[in-house]
T-cell receptor, first 111, second 115 residues
Framework: GESVGLHLPTLSVQEGDNSIINCAYS??????FIWYKQESGKGPQFIID?????DKRQGQRVTVLLNKTVKHLSLQIAATQPGDSAVYFC??????????FGSGTKLNVKP | EAGVAQSPRYKIIEKRQSVAFWCNPI?????LYWYQQILGQGPKLLIQ????????DSQLPKDRFSAERLKGVDSTLKIQPAKLEDSAVYLC?????????????FGPGTRLTVT
């Protein structure tokens, strides 16, 4: 099917390498952030979240870093696998109400 | 646990026609969201329900879009009349509550093409 990743910035990595996907968010008052993964033809899937009182959170193979000074989020994926190929979105919210999604980054993992 | 269900998965209509999308959230989820995702962009919230009440519809083009969640479970989103720029994927999501941070679970979406 048609990819959600058309016209998006693309990050190409070799299988087994680490990936770093970046996101600049807009609202300095945002207090909760989520990274989503979206595969072609599917809805976004939750990966990891972080609150504004933290600067780092780790999950299984993924780490999110938050730099509130420059309003920047990053998602690090360790030992990237072909199944990680997808479009990745960051989302921000204040007081857990309306979520604002970024424009997304397409991750392409080369075998 | 069954996920968020949406139908139809694909719809092609001509401009000025009407279309309706259906969403069945995860059982027990009080909050339901409709998002519009234009190709190459992130999802944009159209409307958010808490049970059968509207929490936020500030980005819903109310002259042509309407949504309801009458019994606090299923929801329908309608476009009447459709415009070319309405071509997008319409995503439904649900979550347990909005008072605490928690996951939004997304359905597979309905891909609308307006010709």
């Amino acid at each position: 099917g048609e990819s959600v990743g058309l016209h998006l910035p693309t990050l190409s990595v070799q299988e087994g390498d680490n990936s770093i996907i970046n996101c600049a968010y807009s609202n300095s008052a945002s207090d909760y952030f989520i990274w989503y993964k979206q595969e072609s033809g599917k809805g976004p899937q939750f990966i990891i979240d972080i609150r504004s009182n933290m600067d780092k959170r780790q999950g299984q193979r993924v780490t999110v870093l938050l730099n509130k000074t420059v309003k920047h989020l990053s998602l690090q994926i360790a030992a990237t696998q072909p199944g990680d190929s997808a479009v990745y979105f960051c989302a921000e919210t204040k007081y857990f109400n309306k979520f604002y999604f970024g424009s997304g980054t397409k991750l392409n993992v080369k075998p | 646990e069954a996920g968020v269900a949406q139908s139809p998965r694909y719809k092609i209509i001509e401009k000025r026609q009407s279309v309706a999308f259906w969403c069945n959230p995860i059982s027990g989820h009080a909050t339901l969201y409709w998002y519009q995702q234009i190709l190459g962009q992130g999802p944009k919230l159209l409307i958010q329900f808490q049970n059968n009440g509207v929490v936020d519809d500030s980005q819903l083009p109310k002259d042509r879009f309407s949504a309801e969640r009458l019994k606090g479970v299923d929801s329908t989103l309608k476009i009447q009349p459709a415009k070319l720029e309405d071509s997008a994927v319409y995503l439904c999501a649900s979550s347990l509550d909005t008072d605490v941070p928690n996951e939004q679970y997304f359905g597979p979406g309905t891909r609308l093409t307006v010709t």
